[in-house]
């Protein structure tokens, strides 16, 4: 990435999985990562709600990192509209 985006505090706990946000986050971690993050992502959309939480308790670095990407992503595609 070659700017850096001011990314507001989110509070990942909350998230239960099905936000527009955890599933943008997702296709970031199968599209930019690699296969650890990938997996993690095909692990995440198979785990229910109480697991969904274990990943992120484990894995917060992780999950802020393709969430930032996922954000950039958007506002790239809504600046190209």
Request: without cysteine.
């Amino acid at each position: 990435m070659t700017k850096k985006a001011e990314i507001q505090m989110i509070d990942y706990s909350k998230d239960e999985g099905g936000s527009v946000r955890t599933v943008n986050t997702l296709a970031a971690m199968a599209r930019y990562g690699g296969h650890f993050a990938a997996a993690l992502s095909v692990a995440w959309q198979r785990a229910d709600g109480s697991n969904h939480r274990r990943l992120l308790a484990a894995f917060p670095d992780l999950y802020a990192t393709y969430a930032e990407m996922a954000a950039i992503d958007e506002a790239r595609k809504a600046v190209s509209k």
